[in-house]
């Protein structure tokens, strides 16, 4: 069925325990990580406060912290503390450890630390661009390159490329979202222009086998559509998705405009919304039964296709779709289609055990996608609300802090593994050629609305009982006063 992102889905546990409070880490400035750093030759940390973790990111010349380190924190700390004041305490800090307010500033100690921070600041705009929106951000960043700059000419080189690429990146995004509006505009609904089918002929010209018959094709523009919303997405909106007052210290977290900073995960929703109400509006729509049954067996094939290429999303909301009741209850037409196949996949996506089978299948996908030669063996599409809802109760289930105050990092490296696994896949280039009239029509083909399915369904055949009677009754009455 139509997800929303904050449905629960049956049978799920959180898998990580809150960790116990731990001993408070020394907070001194040091040379060195700290005991809490995620090295490679010790154990990663589960709790520490947050000076403490804010000190295992600055490097100094002889340390840097691992990539996953930074990833995870910088990922979850805007649950604690904003982006530009992140930057600043880090800029604070390297300021006070490389004594870089000196003057003269010892150029060659400079000259070791130098390519560590840039290093740092180049993963930080490249993994997460749009804190750097903000223009303080980008102020406190060219302030601090200043400082160092005079040591050797590559740093202004080195922040120069750093700006342009995320001036570009930044670009690309704003690009991203204005295409998602003109997209939510051009979709069209046309449930209350429904009218019956033995009165008027119905107001759809064009449909889906009119304008592709090949449900590999089908299923490769699809797949298209899938890698578009996935590669807008940014990590930091799994975060921020789920944002929560923090009990410990009586404040909000630091978002401004909340709405926009998941724009992405909520149109990826939509758009799943959209492909299962598509699916069904094209197999109630045709008058006869031999038509519909016909439709039923070309998605089952489409349904089929996505499983093959690794789109499980497309996958699951063409099952919902047929699930859906208003196509459910057509029996008859039902009768008429080879539905074997289908039966099959619905068990590939059947929520028991926590959706045990779908889960099995998608680490065989991800498995394919690590050891594949080619861009079509990497395609993995996850099942998006699921993912969506794993998170969810992930944050559900563990606080973000210890009683002691220290940051629960355990949870959060979890939830950053979880999220960088996502990233990796966002990443694929679709390997499949656009077909720019198939495409148009996935996003702009009429849908009905509900109740428009079930007056189309009943039309197509005749309510069976006295409930559905009322119904349809009711529906039609609504339908034709509005014309």
Not at 447 to 454: A, H, K, Q, T, V
Request: charged share 25%.
């Amino acid at each position: 069925m139509p997800q929303t992102m904050f449905s629960s889905p049956s049978g799920y546990s959180p898998h990580l325990a809150c960790t116990e409070p731990v001993e408070e880490q020394e907070e001194a400035p040091r040379e060195g990580p700290g005991s809490g750093a995620c090295l490679s030759n010790g154990p990663p940390i589960t709790s520490a406060s947050l000076d403490t973790l804010i000190q295992n990111l600055v490097p100094t010349a002889d340390y840097y912290p691992e990539k996953a380190y930074v990833f995870t924190f910088l990922l979850s700390a805007r649950l604690f503390i904003s982006p530009p004041d992140l930057l600043a305490r880090v800029c604070e800090l390297c300021i006070k450890q490389q004594q870089l307010d000196q003057s003269p500033l010892d150029t060659a100690k400079v000259r070791k630390f130098g390519p560590k921070i840039l290093q740092l600041l180049t993963e930080w705009t490249e993994t997460f661009p749009s804190d750097f929106r903000d223009d303080k951000m980008v102020g406190q960043l060219k302030d601090f390159i200043h400082r160092i700059a005079p040591c050797d000419e590559a740093y202004w080189k080195s922040l120069n490329q750093l700006l342009q690429k995320l001036s570009q990146r930044l670009a690309l995004m704003s690009q991203g979202e204005e295409s998602i509006v003109k997209v939510s505009l051009t979709a069209s609904s046309i449930s209350d222009k429904l009218v019956a089918f033995k009165t008027k002929p119905p107001p759809i010209t064009k449909d889906m086998l009119s304008i592709c018959n090949d449900p590999y094709t089908l299923a490769q523009q699809l797949t298209h559509i899938e890698l578009e919303h996935l590669r807008r997405i940014e990590p930091e909106e799994f975060v921020q998705a789920f944002v929560q007052k923090d009990p410990l210290d009586g404040t909000q977290p630091c978002f401004g405009d909340q709405k926009k900073k998941t724009t992405n995960l909520e149109a990826y929703v939509r758009w799943f919304n959209r492909l299962c109400y598509l699916v069904a509006t094209e197999i109630c729509m045709p008058a006869k039964k031999k038509q519909r049954a016909t439709v039923i067996e070309f998605f089952i094939d489409v349904a089929r296709e996505c499983f093959n290429i690794g789109n499980f999303n497309s996958l699951m909301a063409i099952i919902s779709g047929m699930n859906m009741t208003p196509v459910s209850r057509l029996k008859k037409t039902w009768g008429k289609a080879k539905t074997a196949k289908f039966f099959i996949l619905e068990h590939q996506m059947d929520p028991t055990g926590n959706f045990y089978n779908y889960r099995t299948a998608l680490r065989g996908a991800a498995h394919r996608s690590r050891t594949a030669n080619s861009n079509r063996e990497k395609v993995v599409i996850p099942f998006f609300s699921l993912l969506i809802k794993d998170i969810y109760f992930l944050n559900e289930g563990c606080a973000n802090r210890l009683p002691n105050g220290h940051v629960n990092f355990e949870k959060f490296m979890e939830l950053a593994r979880q999220v960088g696994e996502f990233m990796t896949w966002k990443q694929v280039e679709c390997p499949f050629e656009e077909d720019r009239s198939i495409l148009h029509y996935l996003h702009t083909a009429p849908i009905f609305s509900e109740d428009g399915l079930y007056l189309a369904s009943y039309e197509s055949e005749s309510p069976e009982n006295q409930v559905e009677k009322d119904r349809w009754k009711a529906l039609r009455a609504n339908v034709l006063a509005k014309t």
